[in-house]
C-alpha cells in the first residue's frame, strides 16, 4: 500500500482499531481496561446541559470552530459586526478619558470592510494535540479538549472532523497517539500525578514539509532512559508506522512547565532538517520550531498587503516593528522604509528574523532581542528621526506593557502607530485607552494623546469566532 494510501486509510478508521490497547497483555493493560471503564461513566456525565444530544465531535466543533455552519459570507458579515461592537466599546470608553467626543452608538472614524481569507478550510500551518481522557475513558487519547480543567469536565476529543486543521496534522496527531498507546510510559495529564507524554504540535508549510514537536515530562527518568524514548520516537516515525507522516524533522522537548521556551529547557532535533520554511509576499522566512509564524499564510499576506497600504504615507522613515516574531511584517515593508528595527522577547525568533533579512538580501534591518518594555524605553530616544518614525506593534492576546505605550506615547517624532490585534476586546483594550487618553502625569503619560484614524479587519481564522484587528492611531 502506498504511504498517501495508508494514510487515507488512518484517517477514515483511525489507528487504535488497528490493535487496540486492550489487545495487549500486562499489568499496565488491566489497568488501563479499568481506569477506561470508570471514565467512561464520569465522561458520559460531562457533556454540558442541553447538549446530550450532540455527539463529542459536535460539541468539540462547536467550541473550536463555533461558526462553521455558516456560509462564508455570513461568518464575515458575523466578525464585520463583532469588530464594530468592539470598536464602539473602544470609542465609548475612549470618550470617558480623552478630549474627543462622539455621537452616540457612532464610530468617529471608518471602519473599513472585512478583508477575507483566501483559504478557508485546512488553512492552519500550525496545530497543538494534547494528550488526555478521551470519549472512551482511553487517558492516552491525542486530540483537543473540550471543557475546562476548573470546571473538571475536560474530555479529549478526536479533531479529525475540525475544518480548520489540514489532514497532515490529523495524521500525524493520530499516529501519535498509536505511538503512545504502544509505550509502556503513562501519559502525562495532571503535572503533579506523574507521567511523560504530553502534547504534539504539527508545523507545515505551503510546500508541504512538516516539522512536529513531542513534548515530554520526564520525571524522575534517568537520561539514559529517557534517550531510550527518543529512539523509540525516531524508530516509529523512520522505520515504523509513522512514515506515512513523512516528518521532514522531529523535535523532543523535555518540559516540566506547562510552557518551556527553546531557552528554558531546549528544543532537540530529534532528526531532519532543523527549520522549515514559507513565503510571503515573495521573500522566504525561515522558521524555528518555537517562532511564532501567522498561522495562515495566505491571509498573513493579506494582512500585510493591509498594513503595507496603511504604511503608504510613512514610507522612507523609520519602522519599528514591536513583537516581530520572525521579522515578517518589517522584513515585508523594508524595502519602502529607510531602517527597520525590529523588537522580540524569543531569541530564537530574532535569530530566525536576523536570517530571514540576510536571506532576502535585505539590509536596512536590525533586530534586538529581549521584552520590548527592557528595551524600548532606552532606544527610542537614541534613534534618528530623519524622515520620520512609525511604529507598528504586534504583540500576544496579553497586550502591550504599560512602559512600551508610555515609551512610544512620549516620543513627538512617532505621529502614527499601527496596532494589530487578534483579541482588540481583551487587554489590547487597555492599551487602547493609555494611548488615547489626556495627558496624566501621575501616568508619566505626557505625550500629546493618539486618535483611531481607520480600522481594518482581517480574517486570519475562518469558522472561528477570531479576527485580526489592524488599527491606525495618529496624532
Ligand atoms: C502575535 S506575535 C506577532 C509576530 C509577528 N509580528 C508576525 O506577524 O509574525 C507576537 C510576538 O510577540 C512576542 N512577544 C511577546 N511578549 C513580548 C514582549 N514582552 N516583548 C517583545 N516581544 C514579545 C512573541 O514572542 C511573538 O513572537
Same mark, same amino acid.
Request: with cysteine.
Given at each position: *500500500?502506498?504511504?498517501?494510501?495508508?494514510?487515507?486509510?488512518? *484517517?477514515?478508521?483511525?489507528?487504535?482499531?488497528? &490493535?487496540?490497547?486492550?489487545?495487549?497483555?500486562?499489568?499496565?493493560?488491566? @489497568?488501563?481496561?479499568?481506569?477506561?471503564?470508570?471514565?467512561?461513566?464520569? $465522561?458520559?456525565? /460531562?457533556?454540558?446541559?442541553?447538549?446530550?444530544? /450532540?455527539?463529542?465531535?459536535?460539541?468539540?466543533?462547536?467550541?473550536?470552530?463555533?461558526?462553521?455552519?455558516? @456560509?462564508?459570507?455570513?461568518? /464575515?458579515?458575523?466578525?464585520?459586526?463583532?469588530q464594530?461592537?468592539?470598536l464602539?466599546?473602544m470609542t465609548?470608553?475612549l470618550?470617558?478619558?480623552?478630549?474627543?467626543?462622539?455621537?452616540?452608538?457612532?464610530l468617529t472614524f471608518p471602519l473599513l #470592510?472585512?478583508v #477575507? @481569507?483566501?483559504?478557508?478550510?485546512?488553512?492552519?500551518?500550525? @496545530?497543538?494535540?494534547?494528550?488526555?481522557?478521551?470519549?472512551?475513558?482511553?487517558?492516552?487519547?491525542?486530540?483537543?479538549?473540550?471543557?475546562?480543567?476548573?470546571?473538571?469536565? $475536560?474530555?479529549?476529543?478526536?479533531?479529525?472532523?475540525?475544518?480548520?486543521?489540514?489532514?497532515?496534522?490529523?495524521?500525524?496527531?493520530?499516529?501519535?497517539?498509536?505511538?503512545? &498507546?504502544?509505550?509502556?510510559?503513562?501519559?502525562?495529564?495532571?503535572?503533579?500525578?506523574?507521567?511523560?507524554?504530553?502534547?504534539?504540535?504539527? !508545523?507545515?508549510?505551503?510546500?508541504?514539509?512538516?516539522?512536529? =514537536?513531542?513534548?515530554?515530562?520526564?520525571?524522575?527518568?534517568?537520561?539514559?532512559?529517557?534517550?531510550?524514548?527518543?529512539?523509540?520516537?525516531?524508530?516509529? +516515525?523512520?522505520?515504523?508506522?509513522?512514515?506515512?507522516?513523512?516528518?521532514?524533522?522531529?523535535?523532543?522537548?523535555?518540559?516540566? *512547565?506547562?510552557?518551556?521556551?527553546?531557552?528554558?529547557?531546549?528544543?532537540?532535533?530529534?532528526?531532519?532538517? #532543523?527549520?522549515?520554511?514559507?513565503?510571503?509576499?515573495?521573500?522566504?522566512?525561515? =522558521?524555528?520550531?518555537?517562532?511564532?509564524?501567522?498561522?495562515?499564510?495566505?491571509?498573513?499576506?493579506?494582512l500585510y498587503k493591509t498594513i503595507a497600504d496603511l504604511n503608504k504615507t510613512c514610507e522612507?522613515?523609520?519602522l519599528l516593528?514591536v513583537?516581530?516574531?520572525?521579522?515578517?511584517i518589517?522584513?515585508?515593508l523594508?524595502?519602502? *522604509?529607510?531602517?527597520?528595527?525590529?523588537?522580540?522577547?524569543?531569541?530564537?525568533?530574532?535569530?530566525?528574523?536576523?536570517?530571514?533579512?540576510?536571506?532576502?538580501?535585505?539590509?536596512?534591518?536590525?533586530?534586538?532581542?529581549?521584552?520590548?518594555?527592557?528595551?524600548? #524605553?532606552?532606544?527610542?530616544?537614541?534613534?534618528?528621526?530623519?524622515?520620520g518614525l512609525t511604529a507598528i506593534v504586534n504583540?500576544? &492576546?496579553?497586550?502591550?506593557?504599560?512602559?512600551?505605550? !508610555?515609551?512610544l506615547?512620549?516620543?513627538?517624532?512617532i505621529r502614527r502607530l499601527i496596532y494589530i490585534s487578534?483579541?482588540p476586546?481583551?487587554?489590547a483594550?487597555?492599551n487602547f485607552?493609555?494611548l488615547c487618553?489626556?495627558?496624566?502625569?501621575?501616568?508619566?503619560?505626557?505625550?500629546?494623546a493618539f486618535m483611531p484614524t481607520v480600522a481594518v479587519p482581517v480574517?486570519? +481564522?475562518?469558522?472561528?469566532?477570531?479576527?485580526e484587528l489592524v488599527l491606525v492611531f495618529e496624532r
Amino acid at each position: *500500500m502506498t504511504l498517501q494510501k495508508r494514510g487515507a486509510k488512518i *484517517m477514515r478508521h483511525g489507528l487504535c482499531c488497528c &490493535r487496540p490497547a486492550e489487545s495487549m497483555s500486562g499489568p499496565f493493560c488491566r @489497568s488501563l481496561c479499568l481506569l477506561k471503564k470508570s471514565c467512561k461513566k464520569r $465522561i458520559k456525565k /460531562l457533556k454540558p446541559p442541553g447538549w446530550d444530544v /450532540l455527539s463529542w465531535e459536535d460539541i468539540l466543533a462547536q467550541s473550536v470552530t463555533p461558526l462553521w455552519r455558516l @456560509s462564508y459570507d455570513e461568518q /464575515l458579515q458575523w466578525k464585520q459586526e463583532q469588530q464594530h461592537r468592539i470598536l464602539l466599546q473602544m470609542t465609548n470608553q475612549l470618550v470617558q478619558d480623552s478630549s474627543f467626543t462622539s455621537n452616540k452608538g457612532e464610530l468617529t472614524f471608518p471602519l473599513l #470592510p472585512i478583508v #477575507p @481569507s483566501p483559504v478557508r478550510d485546512g488553512y492552519r500551518n500550525k @496545530s497543538t494535540f494534547s494528550v488526555n481522557i478521551g470519549v472512551d475513558g482511553n487517558p492516552k487519547t491525542v486530540g483537543l479538549y473540550t471543557g475546562t480543567g476548573k470546571g473538571r469536565n $475536560i474530555v479529549c476529543v478526536h479533531g479529525d472532523h475540525l475544518l480548520n486543521i489540514p489532514s497532515k496534522h490529523k495524521l500525524v496527531g493520530r499516529c501519535y497517539e498509536e505511538f503512545i &498507546r504502544f509505550s509502556p510510559l503513562k501519559p502525562c495529564i495532571l503535572f503533579h500525578d506523574g507521567g511523560h507524554w504530553r502534547e504534539i504540535t504539527v !508545523r507545515t508549510n505551503s510546500a508541504g514539509n512538516t516539522l512536529a =514537536i513531542v513534548y515530554f515530562h520526564p520525571q524522575n527518568l534517568t537520561p539514559e532512559e529517557v534517550g531510550v524514548q527518543k529512539a523509540a520516537l525516531v524508530d516509529y +516515525f523512520t522505520n515504523g508506522p509513522g512514515t506515512v507522516c513523512q516528518l521532514d524533522s522531529l523535535y523532543f522537548q523535555e518540559s516540566t *512547565m506547562t510552557r518551556c521556551s527553546h531557552e528554558d529547557s531546549p528544543y532537540q532535533l530529534l532528526y531532519g532538517e #532543523p527549520c522549515i520554511y514559507e513565503e510571503i509576499l515573495g521573500m522566504k522566512f525561515r =522558521i524555528s520550531a518555537d517562532s511564532f509564524f501567522q498561522v495562515n499564510r495566505s491571509a498573513a499576506e493579506a494582512l500585510y498587503k493591509t498594513i503595507a497600504d496603511l504604511n503608504k504615507t510613512c514610507e522612507e522613515g523609520t519602522l519599528l516593528d514591536v513583537c516581530c516574531g520572525t521579522g515578517t511584517i518589517g522584513i515585508s515593508l523594508s524595502t519602502r *522604509m529607510k531602517k527597520v528595527i525590529g523588537i522580540e522577547l524569543l531569541q530564537q525568533a530574532v535569530e530566525d528574523a536576523k536570517y530571514n533579512a540576510a536571506f532576502n538580501g535585505i539590509q536596512n534591518c536590525e533586530f534586538l532581542s529581549g521584552k520590548a518594555e527592557a528595551v524600548l #524605553p532606552d532606544l527610542i530616544p537614541t534613534l534618528c528621526a530623519n524622515g520620520g518614525l512609525t511604529a507598528i506593534v504586534n504583540p500576544s &492576546r496579553a497586550g502591550l506593557h504599560y512602559r512600551v505605550i !508610555r515609551a512610544l506615547r512620549n516620543n513627538s517624532v512617532i505621529r502614527r502607530l499601527i496596532y494589530i490585534s487578534c483579541k482588540p476586546e481583551g487587554e489590547a483594550m487597555r492599551n487602547f485607552r493609555e494611548l488615547c487618553r489626556k495627558p496624566d502625569w501621575q501616568r508619566k503619560l505626557t505625550g500629546e494623546a493618539f486618535m483611531p484614524t481607520v480600522a481594518v479587519p482581517v480574517d486570519m +481564522f475562518p469558522h472561528t469566532p477570531h479576527c485580526e484587528l489592524v488599527l491606525v492611531f495618529e496624532r
